[in-house]
Nanobody
Framework: QVQLVESGGGLVQAGGSLRLSCAAS????????MGWFRQAPGKEREFVAA????????TYTDSVKGRFTISRDNAKNTVYLQMNSLKPEDTAIYYC?????????????????????WGQGTQVTVSS
């Protein structure tokens, strides 16, 4: 099991930027696809972005394409989510997650059942 700790959330005005980080420990990090999910008040947790274990394939939900960028540094056991042009509807708790299966081939869509380890979440609030 891998332990995941998110950081970097906060309060930002619409149009602003934040960079989330997720530090992994307890298990080899590099063979696993990593993902970001979010959950807004009163809503279900939704997929935001994923990055393949090799780092060369990324997937995004349509609402964040062109604004968010997921990346990873396997040497630092860390995955990032750069969020630009933030909107009030991006307000949510953001969770980092690690794939259940190592070396999984890249996919065009992901759901939370694909991921077996989760962080505690970090709050992102975007004011209008």
């Amino acid at each position: 099991q891998v332990q995941l700790v998110e950081s970097g959330g906060g309060l930002v005005q619409a149009g602003g930027s934040l960079r989330l980080s997720c530090a992994a420990s307890g298990r080899t990090f590099s063979p696993y696809t990593m993902g970001w999910f979010r959950q807004a008040p009163g809503k279900e947790r939704e997929f935001v972005a994923a990055i393949s274990w090799s780092g060369d394939r990324t997937t995004y939900t349509d609402s964040v394409k062109g604004r968010f960028t997921i990346s990873r540094d396997n040497a630092k056991n860390t995955v990032y989510l750069q969020m630009n042009s933030l909107k009030p509807e991006d307000t949510a708790i953001y969770y980092c997650a690690a794939d259940r299966v190592p070396l999984r081939p890249p996919r065009s869509s992901w759901n939370q059942n694909d991921f077996g380890s989760w962080g505690q979440g970090t709050q992102v609030t975007v004011s209008s």
